[in-house]
């Protein structure tokens, strides 16, 4: 039995908004870059593809209910963190690998770094919702 609050009740129907907005803005951003102009930047329009994904899997499993859902919110909402982290970094310390921003570059910077918070608030949320195991002794 899952004793967990829903993600998508309460502040999580504005955290399951923010993501599906970034979910489409993404994808949008991705595909027309992969359409347009690939070979200028093929890592960059690349990175924005699998953040487009991750966004996708994140708005959907935060919106679902059930153990599930939740282990794969889990999952997309820590790929999405070392995502940011990594590509953040990696843009500033080599920015000739990336000529054109994706999502993930300069740690969200042209989002105003929503994509670097909104994974620490969907990893806090998850653990706000999570059931709560009962007090007690000699439990493992």
Do not use: K, N
């Not at 990893?123 to 493992?140: C, D, E, K, V």
């Amino acid at each position: 039995m899952d004793d967990a609050r829903p993600t998508s009740s309460g502040p999580g129907r504005l955290l399951v908004l923010v993501y599906a907005v970034f979910a489409l803005s993404a994808t949008a951003r991705a595909g027309y870059q992969l359409a347009t102009s690939f070979s200028e930047a093929a890592v960059a329009y690349s990175l924005s593809a699998f953040a487009a994904l991750v966004y996708i899997v994140a708005t959907v499993s935060l919106a679902r209910s059930g153990p599930t859902a939740r282990r794969v919110a889990l999952a997309a909402c820590t790929v999405e963190l070392v995502g940011v982290l990594t590509v953040g970094t990696v843009s500033r310390l080599v920015p000739s690998e990336f000529p054109d921003a994706t999502v993930w570059s300069g740690y969200g910077e042209g989002y105003g770094f929503v994509p670097l918070v909104l994974p620490v608030l969907g990893l806090l949320w998850l653990r706000h919702t999570a059931a709560r195991r009962p007090a007690g002794r000699g439990g493992p």
